[in-house]
C-alpha cells in the first residue's frame, strides 16, 4: 500500500509559477505510476499530468504542455509539478494519485491511491 501528501500549493497571480510535490510512503514506490489530477469547483477530475515508473513516458493535458513538468525521484519517493505560466483557469484542487502500472495513464479509475488534495488558486 502506498500513502500519498501533496504540498506546495497556495495563492498566486496569473503568469506565475508554483511547484507541487507529491510525498509517498512505502519502499515500492518505483513500481508505481504516478499521475496529477484537478477538480474545479462543479467539476469533474481532470487529467493533469501522469509518469511512468521509470520516467521515460509522460503525457499532459494539452492545456498544460509547454507549462507544466512533471517528474520522480524514485530515491526520494517523491513526484513533483511544475507550474510556470499559471492561469486563472488552473484554479483547481490537485491531487496526486498512484497506479500499479508501468505505464503513465490518463484515466482516474486506473489509480490506485490518491492524496487529500492542494488547492491552487491563480488570480488576474
Known amino acids: 500500500q502506498v500513502q500519498v501528501v501533496e504540498s506546495g500549493g497556495g495563492l498566486v497571480q496569473a503568469g506565475g509559477s508554483l511547484r507541487l510535490s507529491c510525498a509517498a510512503s512505502?519502499?515500492?514506490?518505483?513500481?508505481?505510476?504516478m499521475g496529477w489530477f484537478r477538480q474545479a469547483p462543479g467539476n469533474e477530475r481532470e487529467f493533469v499530468a501522469a509518469?511512468?515508473?521509470?520516467?521515460?513516458?509522460?503525457y499532459y493535458i494539452n492545456s498544460v504542455k509547454g507549462r507544466f513538468t512533471i517528474s520522480r525521484d524514485n530515491a526520494k519517493n517523491t513526484v513533483d509539478l511544475q507550474m510556470n505560466s499559471l492561469k486563472p483557469e488552473d484554479t483547481a484542487v490537485y491531487y496526486c494519485?498512484?497506479?500499479?502500472?508501468?505505464?503513465?495513464?490518463?484515466?482516474?479509475?486506473?489509480?490506485?491511491?490518491w492524496g487529500q488534495g492542494t488547492q491552487v488558486t491563480v488570480s488576474s
Open positions: 494519485a498512484a497506479a500499479r502500472l508501468i505505464s503513465p495513464s490518463t484515466q482516474a479509475s486506473d489509480y490506485n491511491y
Open positions: 512505502g519502499r515500492t514506490f518505483g513500481r508505481y505510476a
Open positions: 509518469i511512468s515508473r521509470s520516467g521515460d513516458q509522460i
